[in-house]
């Protein structure tokens, strides 16, 4: 894995997506604390990282959290996120009482259609010199 996922927990993320871009974009913004370092899956280490994951970064079905030697995918990375990024959104957490045989269904549902439903860019979004620090 990745030497800064031993400090910082690093969400790899499909910068193309509309959603999953905004998703980065509300981490940066609400993880106050600065938990978080993300790689975008279309990046030279986003790309390994997804890879060594067991996801193929040209046709992903997830976003990751690598953190340390583990990795947390589909609604246990979502869950994983929203209990780190503090209140109001560690409530969020409580997403986790669901068993995981409806959360990930439902997570892979959205996940393979998120380019129709909210969209693809034509290039990879791109972080505010402010957020550029916590992007690998």
């Given at each position: 894995?990745?030497?800064?996922?031993n400090?910082?927990?690093?969400?790899?993320?499909?910068?193309?997506?509309?959603?999953?871009?905004?998703?980065?974009?509300?981490?940066?913004?609400?993880?106050r604390?600065?938990?978080?370092?993300?790689?975008?899956?279309?990046?030279?280490?986003?790309?390994?990282?997804?890879?060594?994951a067991g996801?193929?970064?040209?046709?992903?079905?997830?976003?990751?959290?690598?953190?340390?030697?583990?990795?947390?995918?589909?609604?246990?990375?979502v869950?994983?996120?929203?209990?780190?990024?503090?209140?109001?959104?560690?409530i969020?957490?409580?997403?986790?009482?669901?068993?995981?045989a409806?959360?990930?269904?439902l997570?892979?549902?959205?996940?393979?259609?998120?380019?129709?439903?909210?969209?693809k860019?034509?290039?990879?979004?791109?972080?505010?010199?402010?957020?550029?620090?916590?992007?690998?």
């Amino acid at each position: 894995m990745h030497p800064s996922a031993n400090d910082h927990p690093i969400i790899v993320f499909d910068g193309m997506c509309v959603l999953c871009s905004a998703n980065a974009q509300f981490v940066l913004k609400f993880d106050r604390k600065g938990v978080f370092r993300l790689a975008a899956m279309q990046s030279e280490i986003g790309a390994d990282l997804m890879r060594q994951a067991g996801v193929d970064p040209a046709d992903p079905d997830s976003f990751i959290i690598v953190e340390q030697d583990r990795v947390l995918r589909d609604s246990d990375a979502v869950i994983s996120m929203w209990r780190r990024l503090g209140w109001p959104w560690k409530i969020m957490g409580v997403a986790g009482v669901v068993p995981r045989a409806i959360r990930d269904p439902l997570y892979r549902l959205i996940a393979r259609n998120r380019y129709r439903i909210f969209g693809k860019r034509d290039t990879c979004w791109m972080p505010t010199p402010e957020q550029a620090e916590r992007i690998l």
